[in-house]
């Protein structure tokens, strides 16, 4: 069983720019959640997607926006990047009808703002 | 709204002594509770959980916690540290309802000293 996947694990944009982060979820998954963990914080909550529908959305700007696919893979498009955008980012994953709502992270793109 | 407090954000301990790691919650509902523990340039791994069954949770590596509702807390342990425990560690709560995602602490930074 392939677990959730993330790419690319490193990327440097400069202020201004535009940014798309990909995540697969682990098989079965129909539930995508994305985290943004700053350097020496606890990661916080951007927004999540079930079944290709935004499903909450936490205390981020509209130019942090996201998709989710019909095969449940996502992207994380941050534009008019800032310097304090630069972070790890972590996409999770959790299974339809899973009552505990345990989510399932994969390895994060550390993003670069310059 | 829902939250968790880590108290202390270094933690230092021999290798073979008792591991103890706090976090305090917040909610004003019952809570699903969470540890997650973070390797270097890696995404989290889940610890454990309580999801309002057992009080106290048995997880992997030898680590359990205890949900004491009276104290708001559900502080992790392990009886004897190993030189692979150093980690990052992560408190978390979540609803059952809504979007369910996951509200982080801070994090404690566990050294182990050989």
């Known amino acids: 069983e392939t677990g959730v996947t993330q790419s690319p694990t490193h990327l440097i944009k400069t202020r201004g720019q535009q940014v798309t982060l990909r995540c697969s979820s682990q098989?079965?998954?129909?539930?995508v959640s994305w985290y943004q963990q700053a350097l020496g914080q606890g990661p916080q909550f951007i927004f999540q997607?079930?079944?290709?529908?935004?499903?909450g959305r936490g205390n981020f700007p509209p130019r942090f926006s996201g998709l989710q696919f019909p095969n449940y893979s996502s992207e994380l498009n941050v534009n008019a990047l800032e310097l304090d955008d630069s972070a790890l980012y972590l996409c999770?994953?959790?299974?339809?009808?899973?009552?505990?709502?345990?989510?399932?992270f994969g390895p994060g793109t550390r993003l670069t703002v310059l | 709204a829902q939250s968790v407090t880590q108290l202390g954000s270094h933690v230092s301990v021999s290798e073979g002594a008792l591991v103890l790691l706090r976090c305090n919650y917040s909610?004003?509902?019952?809570?699903?509770l969470f540890w997650y523990v973070q390797y270097p340039n890696q995404g989290l791994q889940l610890l454990l959980k309580?999801?309002?069954?057992?009080?106290l949770v048995k997880g992997i590596n030898g680590f359990e916690a205890e949900f004491k509702k009276s104290e708001t807390s559900f502080h992790l342990t392990k009886p004897s540290a190993h030189m692979s425990d150093a980690a990052e560690y992560f408190c978390?709560?979540?609803?059952?309802?809504?979007?369910?995602?996951?509200?982080f602490g801070t994090g404690t930074r566990l050294t182990v000293i050989p």
């Open positions: 978390a709560v979540t609803l059952k309802t809504g979007a369910n995602n996951l509200f």
């Open positions: 999770a994953s959790s299974p339809t009808g899973l009552a505990v709502n345990e989510q399932f």
């Open positions: 909610s004003s509902v019952p809570p699903y």
């Open positions: 309580y999801t309002s069954a057992a009080t």
């Open positions: 997607y079930y079944r290709e529908e935004e499903n």
């Open positions: 098989s079965g998954h129909n539930t």
